[in-house]
């Protein structure tokens, strides 16, 4: 879960490039008051996907949820989620590059600002998840998803 204030510009952005698939998951360093943002409304996350969709020229909505509940989500779901897909956790600290292009389905996990807790990272990789970077520079939420979803899809 982003600030707030960039929660809006992240559905478009994720929305334009054609994702159909977003999960907001609760991490140590998201704020809990977050949770209680309007943004998070049913109402505004559709008028910002329609927004996003009338631009790109899509007409499937993306299906948007979330879970409070970290470890029942990496634990429980997150493993059933990456079956069948090439699956990412983006990460400053990681050792692999995020590869280019890549082919199929694919599953990316970016954290909060501040990124994730060691041992939330050790749970991705036990879920399936390769940890990749983005380079060295520490980005903000809404840049290193562009970043991210566009290596991995198009370049």
């Not at 309007?38 to 899509?58: F, S, Y």
Request: glycine share 8%.
């Amino acid at each position: 879960m982003p600030r707030p204030i960039v929660f809006n510009r992240l559905l478009g952005h994720i929305t334009a490039l054609g994702i159909k698939k977003i999960i907001i998951i609760h991490s140590k360093r998201v704020e809990k008051s977050y949770w209680k943002s309007p943004v998070l409304k049913e109402e505004n996350i559709k008028a910002q996907l329609i927004l996003a969709l009338e631009q790109a020229k899509d007409t499937i909505m993306p299906e948007v949820s979330h879970r409070m509940k970290f470890k029942l989500f990496v634990e429980d779901e997150l493993p059933d989620i990456v079956k069948g897909t090439s699956a990412f956790v983006a990460h400053p600290e990681a050792g692999e590059a995020i590869p280019s292009g890549v082919k199929g389905a694919f599953t990316l996990v970016i954290g909060p600002e501040g990124g994730f807790l060691p041992n939330e990272i050790e749970a991705f990789k036990r879920a399936g998840c390769r940890c990749v970077s983005l380079g060295e520079r520490i980005l903000r939420v809404e840049t290193a998803v562009v970043a991210a979803l566009s290596k991995l899809a198009y370049f």
